[in-house]
């Protein structure tokens, strides 16, 4: 099966940097994806690796390492809007592409 | 706005009772996710469709169905409900094969039971 482990919350500081981090165990790895998602909102999309290396995309990066099952994603130049919760999601593919998540990190950014 | 269409939006209803939440993917997707999320809890995967057939299924009661139709849509199925499955539910399409294989999440349906 898949499992994905990240933090359960994090906090920094509006301006600052924040990287949040996820394992994961998976067979047949597809990619490694991120979602944001506000309360009460829906999970957006943020960022896809499916190759080792730093993916950036604006104040958002996102690194991966297959070889150690670890990915992170950075969040620079914090704002408060950026306070939500952050999700890995392992793509596996096992005859079809199965999408798995991670329970969640909850990112407060405080003044 | 994902393009994903989810009906309804809040829903309350009694213990026992049952329910049905609708999906409309987005347009040209075939794959169709189903999840749940209790309070302030992660993405319960419940059920993956794909063109009409059942693709995966993670933790889905056996008092909860789904099922595609033709023309893609979806709905889940809520019988026997409990206090414990009042959660928002969330349905999100794909388009396998594609780039990342970026989900797209609907709105999401508020269900409360009471």
């Known amino acids: 099966g898949q499992s994905l482990e990240q933090p359960s919350e994090v906090t920094a500081v509006e301006g600052a940097i924040v990287q949040i981090n996820c394992t994961y165990q998976t067979s047949g790895f597809y990619g490694l994806s991120w979602y944001q998602q506000h309360d009460g909102g829906a999970p957006t999309f943020l960022s896809y690796?499916?190759?080792?290396g730093l993916e950036e995309t604006g104040r958002f990066s996102s690194f991966l390492s297959r070889s150690d099952s670890y990915c992170y994603l950075l969040l620079q130049e914090l704002q408060m809007k950026d306070s939500a919760s952050y999700f890995c999601?392992?793509?596996?593919?096992?005859?079809?592409?199965?999408?798995?998540f991670g329970t969640g990190t909850k990112l407060q950014v405080i003044p | 706005d994902s393009g994903v269409t989810q009906t309804p939006k809040h829903l309350i209803t009694a213990t026992g009772q049952r329910v049905t939440l609708r999906c409309s993917p987005r347009?040209?997707?075939?794959?169709v996710y189903w999840y749940q999320q209790s309070l302030d809890q992660g993405l319960q995967f419940l059920i993956q469709y794909y063109n009409g057939e059942e693709r995966a299924k993670g933790n889905i009661l056996e008092r909860f169905s789904a099922q595609q139709f033709p023309d893609l849509h979806s709905e889940l199925n809520l019988s026997s409900l409990e206090l414990g499955d009042s959660a928002l539910y969330f349905c999100?399409?794909?388009?396998?094969?594609?780039?990342?294989?970026?989900?797209?999440f609907g709105e999401g349906s508020w269900l409360t039971v009471v």
């Open positions: 690796n499916a190759l080792d």
């Open positions: 347009s040209g997707d075939l794959s």
């Open positions: 999100a399409s794909s388009v396998e094969g594609a780039s990342g294989n970026t989900i797209y």
């Open positions: 999601a392992v793509s596996s593919a096992q005859g079809y592409q199965k999408v798995t």
